[in-house]
């Protein structure tokens, strides 16, 4: 039938690489249209390569004939971290290029391709196409990412000016300013400061205030005392006719009305009410929704049924178009980023090996979906993260929050929740009714019996028979769905819809998806170690390249690393080359790390810190009583000295036989430090005071302790 894939069919997906297996000419799927009948690619390695069109049927013949293979690479990466320098290179080229890529499929077509890029160069001030056509084929080439047209130093030395105009000369023949993004920069402040207030101060009013800020050549007081400005000549600064233009680009008008007007009055008297969420999207992977909720269920322990652990948070993830349900995420972390992120992984995963896990067998078509989208529509709280911004630099997938007063945005996940407690809820032991907490009612806490992997289990079960089986009487289908017969049941519309509409579907590596949701941090290269936290880690690329030798030798430096703050024992240091990061390890005697989380290392050091703050009064309560004994034992040593020094004794005299007088005292030392098992102490001495005199027959020059003291005794008397 027509619009539904075979179990042996293979469906495409944007970002894919085919691959002749005879030529080894590599190809990338740049965009699929609505019907799946027709795919743009490129050539990933030819220098001069522009993108040209296939027909599917002829993929599918060669894939089903072994010609052809599908691929999925690792996407773009550095040869080298990233300097400041090369930052700027890729945000200037990104912006010359970034609305023109999203022009599909004009953008594929020479003759109108030809005219936006001219019409871009223009706006940009940008002389030679061949600059231009780089960076779109870099784009292209590499996966359609922000990061692809970052400079590749290995293969191109030129250096890129940053003086060339931006936009067009003036009519009189005079250059323009250079709208550098500090200016821009500039431009936005002053548009938020000034003109996006309730206030409605005209564009013309912002436009002079931004030159009063920010284009003052000196300032002089006259003859009333009254401060006076001088601008900077007209070539020096930004005219309002560029301004007007860099505003008319950046500023939709809903932006500036919401800020004018208040986001509330926006969505009651101006938003376009033209839909459902559904009705706005384009097709399978268009958008997906991700929201979370508290499970209305107790669970117990898995090794202990005793301890009840909790309700548990629970992630949904659902493709707008169709409504299946894409990602699950089931755990006792609050809803965070770090449970998002699980979520977001479990939506790109091969699903049979993820239902295998949990004991449940299921063959691909039942639950196909193992894509990353081209939108991510979720809560402001938890796309607040640092690792939203790493997902979108290095996998090209769009995130943003669900915006506010638009319930319709929402209401497919939410009502999924709904869904999915109305169906199971009548058999979960332990869950939390309407009548909870009311006096009389039952502690449903005591009748937890679920683990939390059972109830994953669970809601396996659930969404197999959701997506393959709930009836959407309310689902408003398409005059071709209707055309072709499709139910409105989410199974059926993502089967058609991947034939048959917009082609938005990656097919994403998973480790690369991994990777770029994990969090990430600095830590530093020791001669101890590789540093975070107080924790030392080490890697075989680390000894082998003798880090730690350079850095007890040369100083210690920074790295970027990645880590899952859920279990600290491993952290992996990015590479910038075809591997991307370095997994390293905690090293042996940091042992008390294991198996924690980061929240649980950082209480420990605090506690730490804590118990030395408890502690300090008291060392140093001791310090300073050691510091009263040394000068105790001092003050006596110094009046002992006083007492039986003979000044008549020379310097010279005294400072004349060290040598000797050591020799005579270690002899002492020995006699009275030896080990003698027979005799008692008092026997020991005796035998030391003979031997003191006979050692002295032996050696006259020799005074003995026991002489010196009597004759001190005598000399007192």
Not at 373 to 393: C, K, M, T, W, Y
Not at 506 to 517: E, H, Q, V
Not at 634 to 660: F, G, M, P, Q, Y
Request: hydrophobic share 30%.
């Amino acid at each position: 039938m027509r619009g539904v894939p075979t179990e042996t069919m293979v469906v495409l997906s944007v970002n894919e690489l085919i691959v002749n297996v005879d030529t080894e000419i590599v190809y990338r799927i740049l965009w699929i249209n609505k019907s799946y009948k027709v795919i743009y690619v490129i050539d990933v390695n030819e220098r001069l390569a522009l993108p040209f069109q296939m027909l599917i049927k002829d993929v599918e013949e060669k894939i089903e004939s072994a010609e052809y293979s599908i691929q999925v690479d690792s996407g773009v990466f550095l040869k080298r971290k990233p300097t400041e320098k090369d930052i700027e290179f890729r945000d200037k080229a990104w912006i010359t290029i970034k609305d023109l890529v999203n022009l599909e499929p004009e953008i594929y077509h020479f003759d109108k391709r030809k005219k936006v890029i001219d019409e871009a160069m223009n706006q940009y001030g940008i002389k030679s196409h061949k600059t231009f056509y780089k960076n779109l084929r870099k784009y292209w080439q590499r996966g359609k990412v922000k990061d692809s047209v970052f400079p590749d130093y290995a293969l191109n030395k030129v250096e890129i000016s940053y003086k060339k105009k931006t936009g067009r000369p003036k009519v009189n023949g005079k250059k323009g300013i250079v709208i550098t993004p500090e200016i821009k920069n500039q431009f936005e402040k002053s548009i938020k400061k000034y003109y996006l207030s309730t206030k409605k101060p005209s564009l013309s009013f912002t436009y002079k205030m931004m030159i009063r800020d920010y284009f003052i050549k000196f300032k002089y007081f006259d003859e009333s005392n009254d401060e006076k400005l001088v601008l900077k000549p007209e070539e020096e600064r930004p005219t309002k006719r560029q301004f007007y233009y860099w505003f008319n680009n950046e500023y939709k008008n809903d932006k500036v009305t919401i800020a004018r007007e208040g986001p509330k009055k926006f969505e009651q008297n101006y938003r376009a009410v033209l839909g459902s969420s559904t009705a706005e999207t384009e097709g399978p992977g268009d958008t997906y929704q991700i929201d979370a909720t508290p499970g209305n269920v107790y669970l117990v322990n898995r090794l202990n049924p005793n301890w009840i652990v909790g309700r548990p948070t629970t992630y949904f993830i659902v493709d707008v178009y169709t409504h299946l349900i894409t990602g699950l995420y089931v755990g006792l972390e609050n809803a965070s980023w770090k449970a998002m992120m699980s979520a977001i992984a479990n939506a790109c995963m091969d699903k049979t090996e993820y239902c295998k896990r949990y004991g449940i067998n299921i063959s691909m078509d039942e639950w196909p979906s193992m894509h990353l989208p081209n939108n991510f529509i979720g809560d402001r709280g938890e796309l607040a993260s640092q690792g939203v911004n790493h997902l979108i630099e290095g996998l090209g997938t769009n995130i943003s929050n669900t915006p506010p007063y638009r319930p319709d945005w929402k209401g497919i996940v939410e009502k999924l929740f709904d869904t999915s407690q109305e169906k199971i809820k009548p058999f979960l032991p332990g869950y939390v009714h309407e009548d909870h907490g009311e006096r009389g009612a039952k502690d449903y806490r005591l009748e937890a019996s679920l683990n939390i992997e059972e109830y994953t289990r669970i809601l396996i079960k659930f969404i197999l028979f959701y997506n393959n089986n709930f009836y959407m009487g309310d689902y408003v289908r398409s005059e071709q769905q209707i055309k072709d017969n499709v139910q409105p049941i989410p199974i059926k519309l993502w089967e058609w819809g991947v034939k048959n509409a917009a082609g938005k579907l990656k097919k994403p590596n998973i480790k690369d998806i991994k990777f770029y949701l994990l969090p990430r941090d600095k830590a530093t290269i020791t001669e101890n170690g590789i540093r975070y936290k107080k924790m030392f880690y080490t890697t075989a690329r680390a000894i082998n390249e003798q880090w730690f030798s350079k850095a007890r030798k040369d100083g210690s430096w920074k790295v970027d690393f990645s880590y899952d703050p859920r279990n600290m024992d491993v952290i992996y240091l990015h590479t910038n080359d075809e591997e991307r990061y370095i997994p390293c390890t905690l090293l042996n005697h940091q042992d008390r790390y294991k198996d924690k989380t980061i929240e649980e290392i950082e209480q420990l050091l605090e506690n730490e810190k804590e118990d030395f703050k408890g502690f300090e009064h008291t060392q140093l309560e001791k310090e300073v009583n050691l510091f009263k004994d040394i000068e105790n034992i001092v003050k006596v040593a110094n009046k002992n000295k006083e007492e039986k020094l003979d000044k008549t004794i020379s310097k010279s005299k005294r400072t004349k036989n060290i040598k000797e007088h050591k020799r005579e005292e270690r002899i002492q030392r020995r006699e009275e430090e030896a080990f003698n098992l027979e005799i008692d102490n008092q026997e020991k001495l005796s035998s030391i005071s003979q031997q003191n005199e006979d050692i002295e027959e032996i050696n006259p020059l020799r005074i003995s302790i026991k002489q010196l003291f009597a004759n001190e005794g005598r000399n007192k008397k």
